[in-house]
Antibody, heavy 120, light 107 residues
């Protein structure tokens, strides 16, 4: 299993950025996926999840209405479109596989992360 | 929304010590809880799911227990490679949430 994020970088407040996560080693269409972020020196914060079917998504209140999670099964790629970016969105963004097995749910495989910096 | 509170937030211990970290939820999350280890500069690593299921490849000195609103992660004999930050996460309902983390440092 490999998860490889890309697309991070420096953006001004109010700007947009799309980060991607190329996955391999498992059936991408069969798993839910999440984005989790970590601001510099801070703890982990769940951002968003998309279910395997792609028809159900959920967002943290801090990003709802500004961020959009999506997936392209044909390209084995997960996306996070980030609009109206704020300084407080500065963080390493991790792509994570989300396993949902009967009563056992967890994030098992994590990418190496991509840094998004929002600053003027 | 479900909040998770970890304690302590910082722990100083010696190699060979037994350490216990607690994670408390603001409402019943049954056993929908996972524990992760994160080392500086690295991504989190899943240790335990469903409150007590040890993941493949994780040393048996790690164990988890609890249900409902109170959970614990125990390291029976701390090894040098165990000095890291530990997080709990609940999967009972969205928004998914993490505890604030417990940093385990060498005494």
């Amino acid at each position: 299993v490999q998860l490889l994020e890309s697309g991070g970088g420096l953006v001004q407040p109010g700007g947009s950025l799309r980060v991607s996560c190329a996955v391999s080693g498992f059936s991408f269409s069969a798993y839910a996926m999440s984005w989790v972020r970590q601001a510099p020196g801070r703890g982990l914060e769940w951002v968003s999840t998309i279910f395997a079917s792609g028809d159900y998504t959920n967002y943290a209140a801090s990003v709802r209405g500004r961020f959009t999670i999506s997936k392209d099964i044909s390209k084995n790629t997960l996306f996070l479109q980030m609009d109206s970016l704020r300084v407080e969105d500065t963080a390493v963004y991790y792509c994570v596989r989300y396993v949902r097995e009967s009563a056992n749910y967890y994030h098992d495989f994590w990418g190496q992360g991509t840094l998004v910096s929002v600053s003027s | 929304d479900i909040q998770l509170t970890q304690s302590p937030s910082f722990l100083s211990a010696s190699v060979g010590d037994r350490v216990t970290i607690t994670c408390r939820a603001t409402q019943d999350i049954h056993r929908y809880l996972a524990w992760y280890q994160q080392k500086p500069g690295g991504a989190p690593n899943l240790l335990i799911s469903a409150a007590s299921t040890l993941q493949s490849g994780v040393p048996s000195r790690f164990s988890g227990s609890g249900s409902g609103t109170e959970f614990t992660l125990t390291v029976s004999r701390l090894q040098p490679e165990d000095f890291a930050t530990y997080y709990c996460q609940q999967f009972k309902s969205f928004p998914l949430s993490f505890g604030g983390g417990t940093k385990v440092e060498i005494k």
